[in-house]
């Protein structure tokens, strides 16, 4: 099992939805991070979150340490949102999911 | 400030041959790491340097070494190249336990 689960793996929506990716980890943790990344690679972080809930603008990242799962949420989508986003796990190192591939159609 | 830069941004090798890679950290940021990331697959950390050390590593071979030098830039050598090297290669920058700053990574393509 990985120690990382993102959900679902892809994603279709239309342009305005509300989409929200699940993150569910097995390990302890310092902090996690939310990444996006476009075609061609380069990554940008998003959030870096150890506990409750951070927005920045249309993006909301909210975490359970309990229960050991975060969610990134996106309201008013629009295509330029279509991305890979990947939430990664800090402890001794980064453990990155294998990413939710997010399309946004108009 | 430029953030976490690399070179080169495209790569072609044969196999069996010798590659660096080049990373300038974020002004500012002592802690470069290297992960390596496969098509359609995640990252996967292959070590991080911290003060010219290597402080951790992934579960990657020794024909994966690197270097960090005193400006903080870091190299990452992959030796007798395989085709299964063929990968995207990320160097993220931070300080200890903050936020990492990605660079575009070098996409290496060994023929």
């Known amino acids: 099992k990985n120690e990382v689960e993102q959900s679902p793996q892809n994603l279709t929506a239309q342009e305005g939805e509300f989409i929200t990716i699940n993150c569910s980890y097995s390990?302890?943790?310092?902090?996690l991070h939310w990444l996006q990344q476009h075609p061609g690679g380069g990554i940008v972080s998003l959030f870096m979150?150890?506990?409750g809930k951070k927005k920045h603008g249309r993006l909301i990242a909210t975490i359970n340490i309990q229960e050991k799962h975060s969610s990134l949420h996106i309201t008013a989508s629009h295509p330029r949102d279509s991305a890979v986003y990947i939430c990664?796990?800090?402890?001794?190192?980064?453990?990155f999911g294998a990413g939710t591939i997010l399309r946004v159609k108009s | 400030d430029a953030g976490v830069t690399q070179s080169p941004t495209h790569l072609i090798k044969t196999r069996g041959q010798q590659v660096t890679l080049r990373c300038s950290p974020k002004?500012?940021?002592?802690?470069v790491s290297w992960y390596q990331q496969a098509l359609g697959q995640g990252p996967q950390f292959i070590f991080q340097?911290?003060?010219?050390?290597?402080?951790q590593r992934g579960n990657f071979p020794d024909r994966f070494s690197g270097h960090q030098f005193p400006n903080y830039s870091s190299e990452l050598n992959v030796n007798a190249l395989l085709l299964g090297d063929s990968a995207l290669y990320l160097c993220?920058?931070?300080?200890?336990?903050?936020?990492?700053?990605f660079g575009q990574g070098t996409r290496l393509t060994v023929v």
């Open positions: 993220a920058s931070s300080l200890v336990h903050a936020e990492a700053f």
């Open positions: 390990v302890g943790i310092s902090a």
């Open positions: 979150l150890s506990s």
């Open positions: 990664a796990v800090e402890g001794n190192k980064l453990v």
């Open positions: 002004s500012g940021h002592d802690t």
């Open positions: 340097y911290y003060e010219e050390e290597e402080r």
